[in-house]
């Protein structure tokens, strides 16, 4: 049993995000279970690199079909950067699962869990797992739990505040994870963005409603939406 | 405490540990109650435990750290830390607060241990061509291409047709196989990103990647000499 399995109930935080369309990926995607792989091990390779000297306990990243389980343990002092470092793995895992065809979306919460091999249970773990599935773009968001815990250094963070479009309609203004932080051609970004979305066609209404909002969202945390140009 | 006939005492030739760092009395004591508190913290972390105890362990590690980095520093032989953990500290390894957390201290032992243990992969491939070889039935023998590792991808050379193509390997790769009526599996274009990536990320060396790109070509090979022949496919 590995280390982070034995430490037990305590709390932290935990990210669920899910494929969006994974139903009937099989007849539009050979290269499914390869593309949804790469992005697990690569969220796994980059975990370590995020969290050492800011977290203690290890980064774990766990699947189930098509959903993809981040969770770290954390002390209270860790809480804000157990939080952000999630965000900048979701940073790199948002846009790179654009790229491969099978984009997700997901939540983050804070609270006690435990996990043992394969079954997780807690707090944070059913309250990712409700809300992980009710946003209605590609993105990620804290959930309230997380929310009030969290306390970004602004100017550095790889969260934002916006209103993510939801399935139940809700007045708030959670941290979402800003994903095109660091891009500097956003024109050209949002170009190949548009491309792979077209890609992943026929866009019915109810995928379309999904691409909308998320090229809204990138309109939305632009530079110069910030400053008001 | 260290005993003041062994402070700032030459680095000794013959240390009982075998560090790559040479350290003498002083540095050698302080080195030893970091070992001594860092040992103590991970076996509570072991069992779970991350009480206040714990904390003081790693604050009284971590002030030794800093103390044994600037000793270090001052005879030019400053300890070196990975890119990311100086970012993920926010702050110069030479800054009081910087080793005042389990890992970078953990990080200085093992520099202590080896001056090359923090160093960084460094991208050593880009421009270096290798080569690709695989099978055709066309043809009936290996065709060899060459691979040039770009910033952006691969350049891919082979006879009439080839140019620069992304990380995947698109898209002269796959012409130069629908040429030819090479038959490659559906999944190879992942597998060339995931290396081109390796290599920059982990510093893969050139015979460590040409290495993994001729298993890709093998893998082709593979599925181009294993295509269902004979009976009913025969004229296909």
Redesign the interface.
């Known amino acids: 049993m590995s280390k982070f399995a034995q430490s037990g109930r305590t709390a932290g935080v935990v990210t669920f995000l899910d494929v969006l369309g994974w139903k009937g990926v099989y007849d539009r995607k050979q290269d499914a279970i390869p593309s949804l792989t790469r992005l697990i091990e690569g969220v796994r390779s980059r975990a370590d690199e995020k969290r050492r000297g800011r977290i203690v306990e290890p980064v774990e990243v766990k699947s189930i079909s098509d959903t993809i389980a981040i969770f770290t343990f954390c002390s209270e002092i860790e809480t804000s950067a157990a939080i952000e470092v999630h965000g900048e793995l979701c940073q790199w895992l948002i846009p790179e699962s654009i790229e491969s065809e099978i984009p997700v979306r997901g939540a983050t919460a804070f609270g006690e869990f435990e996990i043992r091999d394969s079954i997780f249970v807690g707090k944070a773990i059913d309250e990712a797992a409700s809300w992980h599935e009710q946003s209605d773009w590609i993105g990620v968001h804290l959930t309230p739990s997380a929310e009030y815990v969290f306390n970004p250094i602004q100017s550095k963070s790889a969260w934002t505040q916006y209103s993510p479009p939801h399935k139940t309609k809700l007045a708030w203004k959670p941290y979402c994870v800003n994903w095109t932080r660091d891009w500097t051609d956003r024109a050209a970004r949002i170009i190949d963005i548009k491309n792979k979305f077209r890609r992943l066609g026929p866009i019915v209404p109810e995928i379309a409603g999904k691409f909308i909002n998320t090229l809204a969202f990138i309109e939305a945390v632009s530079p110069d939406a910030a400053a008001g140009k | 405490m260290t005993p003041k006939n062994q402070r700032n005492s030459p680095p000794s030739n013959k240390t009982e540990l075998n560090m790559s760092i040479q350290l003498n009395a002083n540095e050698q004591t302080i080195r030893a109650e970091i070992v001594e508190r860092m040992n103590k913290a991970r076996q509570a ?2 069992e ?1 435990r ?1 009480d206040d105890k714990v904390r003081e362990w790693i604050m009284e590690a971590g002030e030794r750290a800093h103390k044994l980095h600037l000793l270090l520093k001052l005879r030019g032989q400053e300890p070196k830390h ?1 890119a ?2 100086i970012r ?2 926010d702050m110069a390894p030479d800054a009081p607060e910087f080793y005042m ?4 201290i953990e990080d200085l032992l093992k520099f202590l241990d080896n001056e090359h243990a923090n160093d960084d992969p460094v991208d050593q491939t880009i421009g270096a061509v290798f080569t690709f070889k695989v099978f055709s039935r066309r043809w009936g023998h290996d065709d060899t291409y060459a691979v040039q590792r770009t910033k952006l991808g691969w350049k891919i050379s082979h006879i009439a047709i080839g140019g620069p193509c992304d990380k995947g390997g698109n898209p002269f790769l796959y012409m130069n196989f629908r040429q030819d009526s090479i038959q490659y599996p ?2 190879l ?3 060339m990103e ?1 290396l081109w990536n390796q290599a920059s ?1 982990k510093g893969l060396t050139q015979p460590q990647v040409q290495a993994a790109l001729q298993e890709l070509a093998d893998w082709v090979s593979h599925t181009e000499q294993n295509v269902p022949s004979g009976g009913v496919w025969k004229g296909y």
């Open positions: 972390m072991a779970s991350t990975h990311y953990m993920n500290r957390h389990f890992h970078p559906v999944g274009e992942g597998w995931w990320e």
